[in-house]
C-alpha cells in the first residue's frame, strides 16, 4: 500500500508566494466602515505626524479598572499612532474646558462636565464616550460604596481605541489596527451595553492574570466574587482536605475549621453535600459567611456552589422538603439560598450601611429541576428566589452542543428552562465548551452557541459563563472560540462564520486559508458523525477520537491542509524568524489532532522512522504549549502516557 507522508513536511521545490505576507497579528484594514450615527469627524487631528496634543486624564486618586483603561489607551495609542501620549492627574489638566483630553472616569474634568450618567442601565459592563467641547470623556457604571468605576471603564477604552484606530483583539498578543503618524479625531455621543452584563470563560489561556480577561471583555471569577463552583465545603469543611479551587488561579484554598465528627447531622449521608433541612447547619452557614464578608470587603456577588457530585438530599431530606415546603430538592434549595440570604442581607444593612450584596446559586445535577409544576406554578411561595438572587442553570446533561438547546435532542434542557422562566427573571447559565473524555478533537459547538445566547435572551438570561478546559491547553481552537464567544456574548448579533474567519487570518497570517480548509473538514466530518448518531457531542460523548470516527482519508486531508498552511509560512522564516516560529507553533498546536489521530489508529500505515517523528514532533509541541491531558480525569499524564505508548511499539 502506497505510504502516505502526512508526518514529514516536504517542502515543495517551488514554494508557495503571495503578494502580501500577513504577519498574523498586526495585518492592516483596507476598508474602514463608515462612521455610526453616534460618531462623526470633529474636524482636527488626534494625531498629526506622530505628534498629539492630546492627554489622557485619570484622578489623582484612580481606581483600578480606571488605572488599567488608561494604561491600555497609552499602550495602543503609543504602538498604532507611533507617538507618546502622556498620561495625566485631574490636578494637572490645568487648560479646562478648552484642553485635549481623554478623560477616563470619574475625575474633576467629569465631575464639572454636567455629564448625566444612568448607573443602573450602564449596569457592570455598559460604557459611555462623550464628547464636550475637545475632550472626550470615557464614563462607566459607578459603584456607591467602593466609589469606584465600573469594568466597563475598561471596555470604554476598547471601545474608543475600535473607533479610532479601527483595533480588533484576537488574544491578548495578538491584535490589528488601521492608523498612521496621523489620525483623525471624531465626536462622539455613544452608549454601549452588552447583550450579556456578566460574560465569563474558563480556560487555561485564560489564566495568566487579568489582562486576557481584560482585553477579550470577560470577567474573571476572582472580581468582587466570593464563593464559585462546588464552594459548599469551603464553608462547612467537613473533613481537614476539604476545601475548593479558586480558579482564575487554580489555587487550592480549605476552610480553617472542619465538622463532620461533631455535626454528621449537617451532611448527607454519602457526605457530598449539605444537609439542608438542618437549621444548626444553617445558622453555622450564615455566621461563616459573616466572617468571610468581612474578611473580603469588596465582595459584591456572594456565589452558592453545589458541590461536584450526583448524590444530593437523602430521602429523607426530600421527603422533609415535600412535607413543609410541597416541593423537590430544587426546591429546598432555593429555601436555604433565600434564608441565608435574606440574614445575609440584614446583617449588612447594619454592619456595612451602603454595601449591597448579590446572590448567585448553582443549581446541577441533583437540584436543576425546576421547582415548578405542570402548570407553571410554584411548587409554594417558598420556592421562588428573593430578589437579589439569580439561578445558575447548569446543564451538563444536555444530550448534544452542537445544536441550540431549542432543538429537538435538548427539548428536556429547554422545558426545565421555561419553568424556571415562570418563578424568577434572575438567571444565569453555565455552559460547557469541551468534551470532558476526549480533549484531542475539535469541540463544535461553534453554530450553536450564537443560537443558545439569544434563547438565553428570551428567557432573561443576565449572566453567562463557558467551561472549556482549566487543566491544560488543548489542540481544538480555544484560542479561537474564546474569541468567537466573547465576542457574540457581547453582541449576540454578529455573524458566526465571518468572526472565525476573521480571527483566522489574523491569528494564522500567511497559513490562514489552509488552516480554513482544515477546519471546514473537521466541521463536515464532525457533523456526518452527529448525523449518523455515531457521535453525540455532549460535554461527556466518549471517545470523540475513536476509529470509526475519522477514517484515514479523512486525516490524510487533514494533515495535508496544514502541512501547506506550514509550507505557506516559509516565506517568513529569513525575513522575520520569530513571526515564523509563532505563527508556525499555532499551526502545530492544531496538527497535534491529526498526529495523535495517527499514532492511535494509523501507524500501520507509516515505517518506523516516520512514526518515531511523528511522536517526537507532537511531544515537542505539546511540551512547548503547556498540552498535557488527553481527557478531563487523566490527571496531566494523558500525554505522556500516550508517548510512551507509541514509543514502545516503535522499539
Known sequence: MKKFKICVLIMLAAVMSFSSVLSGCKKPQTLIPPPPPDETLAGYDFVTDGKTEFKIVVAANADENETVAADELRIFINEACQTNIPVITDAEASDGERGKYISVGRNALFNKSGIAVDNDRLG???????????????????????????????????????????????????????????????NFTVTELPDYDWRAIADRYLYTGLR???????????????????????????????????????????????????????????????????????????????????????????????????????????????????????????????????????????????RKLFYQAMFYHWNLNAPVNEDGTPHSEWVIPRPNVTIDFVPIDMPSWVVPMDAPANSGVLGNIEKWHKITDNLSIYTYGANYNMYMTNFHDFFSFAPNLKLGLKYGFRGWYEEITAQSVKPSFNEMRIFLHSQLMWDTSRGTMALMHEFIDAFYGSAAPFVKEYLDLTIENNNANVASTKLKQGCYSGDSAAKELYSFEVVYRMSAALRAGEVALEALRETDYPLFDKLRNRVRIQMVTVLFLVLSHYQTYFTRAENIAMIDELEITCARNGITYVYGADLGTGIRNNVEKWRQQNF
Open 124 to 186: 457592570t459592563s455598559g460604557y459611555m464616550l462623550v464628547t464636550k467641547g475637545k475632550t472626550v470623556f470615557l464614563i462607566a457604571g459607578w459603584d456607591v460604596y467602593l466609589r469606584e468605576s465600573r469594568y466597563g471603564i475598561i471596555y470604554a477604552a476598547y471601545g474608543l481605541l475600535e473607533r479610532l484606530i479601527s483595533l480588533r483583539i484576537f488574544t491578548t498578543d495578538c491584535y490589528t489596527y488601521n492608523a498612521g503618524p496621523t489620525v483623525a479625531m471624531k
Open 212 to 354: 486576557p480577561y481584560q482585553r477579550m471583555r470577560l470577567m474573571s471569577l476572582d472580581l468582587n466574587i466570593w464563593g464559585g463552583h462546588h464552594t459548599h465545603y469551603y464553608v462547612l469543611p467537613p473533613t481537614e482536605d476539604c476545601g475548593f479551587y479558586n480558579s482564575p488561579y487554580n489555587t487550592y484554598i480549605k476552610g480553617d475549621k472542619v465538622y463532620l465528627k461533631d455535626h454528621p447531622d449537617w451532611y448527607n449521608n454519602a457526605g457530598s453535600e449539605l444537609n439542608f433541612t438542618n437549621e444548626e447547619m444553617i445558622d453555622e452557614y450564615i455566621r461563616r459567611c459573616k466572617e468571610i464578608l468581612t474578611d473580603n470587603p469588596r465582595t459584591s456577588l456572594v456565589y452558592f456552589g453545589s458541590m461536584d457530585n450526583v448524590k444530593g438530599p437523602d430521602d429523607a431530606h426530600l421527603d422533609y422538603a415535600m412535607e413543609h415546603y410541597n416541593t423537590n430538592g430544587a426546591g429546598l434549595y432555593v429555601v436555604f439560598i433565600n434564608k441565608v440570604s435574606a440574614a445575609l442581607d440584614k446583617w449588612v444593612e447594619t454592619e456595612f450601611p451602603g
